[in-house]
């Protein structure tokens, strides 16, 4: 069932969680946290998205979409900003333009339903880690949920 979905989303519009989706969570050292988290943001080149290896399959998926189908909708508090947005241009090449923060994650459904009144010529896809997110969104209706492990056999 993973190719068949994976392959109908290509023809869609794909939006992708970071944390857990385009970047693995490892940001402690032989863990998934980051003790200090706000102190780890010291710059543009020192901060824990610098260390972080895209996932390879994702690039490849990315890279046979149309970039203008491709966005990116994450939590971020203003100091991660340029940080997650620097890791996905830098590794993923996606628009700057199409790369939105929200404050907490029940607000993605809201930029889902702009991208869909913008673009709503084509289906929206969420890929997220987090099911309880991709619950919320899937019960909203209209758009299509998708758990990253759904990409591991593809």
Known sequence: MS???I??????IVVFDIDGVLAAYEFGENCHYASIWDEAFK???DNPYCQINPLPKL?????GM???DVYVCSV???FEIDAK?????????IRKENILFVEEKSKKIEVLKKIKEERGEKQIAIVDDTVKTLDQIFNQGGFLTIHISSF???
């Not at 392959?7 to 869609?12: A, D, F, V, W």
């Not at 690039?59 to 890279?63: E, G, K, N, R, S």
């Not at 947005?85 to 090449?93: A, E, K, L, P, S």
């Open 152 to 154: 591991f056999d593809f």
């Open 85 to 93: 947005g620097g890791f996905v241009t830098r590794n993923y090449n």
């Open 3 to 5: 190719k068949q979905l």
């Open 66 to 68: 149309d970039p203008k």
């Open 59 to 63: 690039q490849q998926f990315i890279q």
């Open 76 to 78: 971020a508090s203003p």
């Open 7 to 12: 392959e109908k989303i290509k023809k869609g």
């Open 43 to 45: 710059s543009e080149t």
